[in-house]
């Protein structure tokens, strides 16, 4: 039987459908960060941002709450990165400890286990920073790297970044306690098939590489193909293998695409090995910076078609638009920019400027 081919176009619609930017969605919070498996979280602000992007009555406070009461939670998770996900999700953590472990020096270990205990009893007292942590491990072994043995405890250990780190429209140092210590008890680990299955639910249809690319682990290979009697099988134009559920949105290529604002270090962009689906390798340059940074980036007609800033000074919240083409409906793109803005910053003037 004759394996079909997605177009660009298509693979665009179906990735805007499982990621909520084909239309807006009524769901609850937590529904919507575990269908997504999680939004990339190092900086605080882009997870509300995308949310308000994708979810119909979005309120950035309902956000802030689930992460008050621990229903959600801010940790490392995939790529070696910090994510925003539920309580429940936080259990990821366990799969990607593999990723973690590899960026250990080997010649830690020998004092790691004694570490670790000091940094649990540690942790167990109060939320700690970073630099208190490399103080305790200073004090403890003062032959020892205490910088690299301090990152080795934190790779190894599941810990939570606690509030008001993470809050939108407050501040604080990044504090950390261990999962179990936050939640009373860790939640028990998925498999590593069912977290294939819901990436494919989030990011499909995709190639092995593409899951590898989005978890940051190896060998995945082996996993699919144990999956693949269940699964749809495509192919791009390039001739790459795709899977995907038997029953998950394709819509057609056609399908009208909203202007959308996708925030900073949003999964969009950073999710697949291939990532033509979404973003132009020559625009792909310019939303990855050197030093690790992934901007904001607009879409039109469902492709990244610029990129964006919104700025909060003096009262007024500004959005910045910088397109990379010149944009077909100029309007549309000021109007949802503006909405973003009122959202973010409700008691503030909201200015929206599209640059030439």
Do not use: C
């Not at 996900?85 to 020096?105: G, H, M």
């Not at 140092?173 to 977290?195: G, K, N, S, V, Y």
Request: glycine share 6%.
């Amino acid at each position: 039987m004759t394996v079909p081919v997605l177009g660009r176009r298509s693979l665009n619609r179906a990735y805007l459908a499982r990621q909520l930017l084909l239309e807006r969605h009524a769901m609850p919070v937590l529904d919507a960060l575990e269908h997504l498996v999680g939004l990339q979280a190092q900086a605080p602000a882009p997870p509300y941002l995308g949310l308000w992007s994708r979810l119909d009555g979005f309120a950035f406070d309902d956000l802030a709450g689930a992460l008050e009461r621990r229903d959600a939670v801010r940790l490392i998770l995939m790529r070696g990165t910090i994510h925003l996900v539920s309580a429940r999700d936080a259990a990821i953590r366990a799969l990607v400890q593999p990723l973690l472990t590899r960026a250990i020096a080997p010649a830690l270990t020998a004092h790691l286990p004694d570490a670790l205990d000091a940094a649990r009893a540690f942790f167990a007292e109060a939320p700690r920073t970073d630099k208190e942590v490399r103080e305790l491990i200073a004090g403890r072994w003062p032959d020892r790297d205490a910088a690299e043995l301090a990152r080795a405890v934190r790779y190894t250990l599941p810990l939570v970044q606690t509030p008001p780190r993470g809050l939108w429209g407050k501040s604080g140092l990044a504090r950390h306690t261990t999962l179990d210590t936050w939640l009373d008890a860790e939640p028990p680990a998925p498999t590593i098939d069912a977290l294939v299955l819901r990436y494919l639910g989030a990011f499909g249809p995709a190639s092995v590489r593409d899951v590898q690319q989005w978890s940051g682990l190896t060998d995945l290979g082996e996993i699919v193909a144990r999956l693949a009697p269940g699964l749809r099988e495509f192919r791009d134009e390039d001739g790459r293998v795709l899977y995907d559920l038997p029953d998950a949105p394709r819509p057609d290529a056609d399908t009208p695409a909203p202007v959308r604002l996708v925030p900073e270090f949003d999964n969009l962009t950073l999710s697949h090995a291939d990532r033509a689906r979404v973003v132009s390798d020559a625009h792909r340059r310019e939303i990855f910076t050197v030093n690790g940074i992934i901007r904001a980036t607009l879409l039109v007609d469902g492709f990244v078609h610029g990129r964006w800033k919104l700025e909060h000074k003096n009262g007024t919240a500004t959005v910045t638009i910088h397109p990379f083409a010149p944009i077909p409906d100029e309007q549309a793109v000021a109007d949802e920019a503006g909405r973003l803005a009122s959202a973010a910053h409700p008691k503030a003037d909201v200015r929206v400027e599209i640059a030439g």
